[in-house]
């Protein structure tokens, strides 16, 4: 439909929220400003190719589902609404710059590396239409941009540097919720909704959720609304906040012992920005308090710290070609992957977590750190990637900066090069929960197992697994490595596979010392990259 105002269009992707959006703000304030010339269309694009790259799994959809739902009703009440746009972002913005006579685009930046291809050619078919587009950075406290510029280019690789780094930039001041449009700035409808007036609207469960048989419970609801509730609930109790040190949280209590922002965080329903404005509020009023990297600043600056280094590397997701993960030889072992992706190892304490997981889509970091250290360096010997992709299937608060950064740590690729510091599956959780109720929960076949074998069903003998209804091999699987034995093994491995990354790297300072020598003296010899030597022992590690 012809018409001779143009449209202010804010394209939300994360960020799904009013509160504290720069990106929407600009587009609420232009319009309220010329009122007589703007029309305001706030969009969510649902790419259905996504499902052809990107694991989403049956609980990761429903949160989006309500948290769609949610931002249109906060909308709603701003005088405006969601419309919901189906279609691949390159395809449909041409369509809708003419459709609406869009004037204006803005979104919030995102470091990811497909988002970056996807937001260049976006804005490409932008320019050819005329369109201006305003981009902001409020998914982080920090702009990553600011910080790698800060420290002269190069992201800092330690959280302590990352730290001292930030600590000399400004906080971002935060932004109040938009206020109300007037009635009249409500578009007319186009020609596509003269058609079917609800070609916009939010996805319902069943458009989303192909699978409804793996929805488990829904104990974490998606949307703004909740994420605030959420926040004010956990920051209650000042005296919680103020002394909150993350190692002592227990990673199997029966209810979440660290806030579960997470979720909200990672869509944007709660912007990092507000929540570390009100964690500094009431640390100044209790000036007893915890610091980072243990207290709940703290948990915010190791978001910041991986969204930094992240930024500076398009290959953070994987391995190969990744600046910051070492290379380790890790092997491809599908049943024990099967084993653990569905708990099923034999390991009570793992198998209660993996559960736990695929039932509710979130687990407390130090349970991630069972899981992750059990399937890498501890026992499998299994890639971090091959983790990575069922963390990204099965979490609410899968990111990618996040997964692939804490992958690498608990691998010991990356960040953090203990390796010879292994978690025990065993003992490990006996520490907060020496009962064993949380296996009980989660691994209901052990119920009528006692404490003092629950975490190690196999010293039970086979009268007295028939006793507490559960044989193995038979109700619950024998476990699948004997965590003593391959433990040490694992260390060994570590420890050759971090002498030969050493040799490549070292390798490689000379080979670049060489090279600069060939360049000043103009005698410089044809090399392939990474086919040296050095290099290639890499894959006989193990
Ligand atoms: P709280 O302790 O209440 O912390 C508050 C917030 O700080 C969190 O919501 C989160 O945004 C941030 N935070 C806390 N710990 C970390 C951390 N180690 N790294 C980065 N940010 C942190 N977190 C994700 O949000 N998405 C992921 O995909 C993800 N994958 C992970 C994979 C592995 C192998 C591991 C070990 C950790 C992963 N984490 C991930 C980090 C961490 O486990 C979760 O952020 C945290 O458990 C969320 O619970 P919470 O909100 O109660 O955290």
């Known amino acids: 439909m012809e018409s001779q105002r143009r449209t202010l269009v804010h394209w939300f992707r994360k960020g799904l929220r009013v509160h504290d959006n720069p990106a929407l703000e600009r587009?609420?304030?232009?319009?309220?400003?010329?009122?007589?010339?703007?029309?305001?269309?706030?969009?969510?694009?649902?790419?259905?190719?996504?499902?052809?790259?990107?694991?989403?799994?049956?609980?990761?959809?429903?949160?989006?589902?309500q948290t769609l739902a949610d931002l249109d009703k906060q909308l709603r009440q701003l005088k405006s609404r969601?419309?919901?746009?189906?279609?691949?972002?390159?395809?449909?913005?041409?369509?809708?710059?003419?459709?609406?006579?869009?004037?204006?685009?803005?979104?919030?930046?995102?470091?990811?590396?497909?988002?970056?291809?996807?937001?260049?050619?976006v804005q490409k078919l932008a320019r050819t239409a005329d369109v201006k587009v305003d981009i902001h950075c409020s998914h982080t406290i920090y702009n990553p941009e600011v910080v790698i510029a800060k420290n002269l280019g190069k992201a800092p690789i330690t959280y302590q540097k990352f730290l001292s780094i930030v600590d000399q930039l400004k906080i971002p001041a935060v932004l109040e919720r938009p206020k109300v449009l007037t009635m009249n700035m409500k578009p007319p409808a186009d020609e596509l909704e003269l058609e079917d007036a609800n070609v916009y609207d939010c996805p319902t469960l069943e458009e989303l959720v192909k699978r409804p048989e793996?929805?488990?419970?829904?104990?974490?609801?998606?949307?703004?609304?909740?994420a605030l509730r959420r926040m004010?609930?956990?920051?209650?109790?000042?005296?919680?906040?103020?002394?909150?040190?993350?190692?002592?949280?227990?990673?199997?209590s029966l209810e979440p012992s660290t806030t579960v922002l997470s979720p909200y965080l990672k869509f944007g329903c709660l912007s990092s920005r507000v929540l570390h404005k009100r964690l500094r509020e009431i640390l100044a009023r209790q000036?007893?308090?915890?610091?980072?990297?243990?207290?709940?600043?703290?948990?915010?600056?190791?978001?910041?710290?991986?969204?930094?280094?992240?930024?500076?590397?398009?290959?953070?997701?994987?391995?190969?070609?990744?600046?910051?993960?070492?290379?380790?030889?890790?092997?491809?072992?599908?049943?024990h992957l099967e084993a653990w992706t569905h708990g099923r190892t034999g390991y009570p304490f793992i198998d209660a977590i993996m559960r736990q997981l695929r039932q509710e889509g979130w687990i407390h970091h130090l349970a991630r750190h069972a899981v992750a250290c059990?399937?890498?360096?501890?026992?499998?010997?299994?890639?971090?990637?091959e983790g990575q992709r069922v963390f990204e299937q099965l979490l609410l608060d899968q990111d990618w900066a996040l997964n692939a950064g804490n992958w690498m740590w608990l691998s010991a690729s990356a960040f953090f090069h203990q390796y010879f510091r292994v978690y025990s599956p065993v003992a490990f959780g006996k520490k907060t929960d020496p009962s064993g109720d949380y296996i009980r929960k989660y691994v209901p076949e052990l119920a009528k197992y006692p404490s003092g074998c629950i975490y190690e069903p196999w010293k039970a003998t086979l009268s007295a697994q028939r006793e507490y209804g559960c044989v193995l091999g038979e109700d619950y699987p024998h476990r699948i490595v004997n965590h003593d034995v391959v433990h040490k093994e694992n260390i060994k491995r570590m420890s050759a596979a971090?002498?030969?990354?050493?040799?490549?790297?070292?390798?490689?300072?000379?080979?670049?010392?060489d090279e600069q020598e060939q360049i000043s003296t103009g005698k410089r010899k044809a090399r392939a990259v990474g086919t040296s030597a050095k290099s290639k022992r890499i894959k006989n590690v193990a």
Do not use: C
């Open 82 to 121: 969601l419309y919901v746009v189906r279609g691949k972002p390159i395809e449909v913005f041409p369509q809708l710059f003419k459709r609406w006579q869009v004037e204006l685009l803005t979104f919030e930046s995102d470091i990811e590396t497909y988002a970056q291809q996807r937001d260049a050619s």
């Open 214 to 226: 793996e929805l488990g419970v829904n104990k974490f609801a998606g949307g703004e609304t909740e």
């Open 27 to 65: 587009v609420f304030s232009t319009a309220r400003a010329s009122p007589e010339k703007f029309y305001v269309r706030p969009i969510f694009i649902l790419d259905p190719g996504i499902l052809d790259w990107m694991q989403i799994g049956a609980n990761r959809w429903r949160f989006l589902q």
């Open 287 to 335: 000036p007893k308090h915890s610091k980072p990297p243990v207290s709940l600043i703290g948990q915010l600056m190791w978001r910041e710290f991986y969204y930094t280094v992240a930024a500076a590397d398009p290959n953070f997701d994987r391995m190969l070609g990744n600046a910051y993960s070492l290379q380790i030889p890790w092997q491809e072992k599908p049943e």
């Open 374 to 385: 059990f399937l890498t360096r501890g026992d499998l010997w299994i890639s971090w990637e």
């Open 498 to 513: 971090y002498k030969v990354n050493r040799q490549v790297r070292t390798g490689k300072m000379e080979d670049e010392e």
């Open 232 to 252: 004010a609930d956990s920051l209650g109790d000042e005296l919680w906040v103020a002394n909150f040190e993350k190692p002592k949280t227990a990673p199997n």
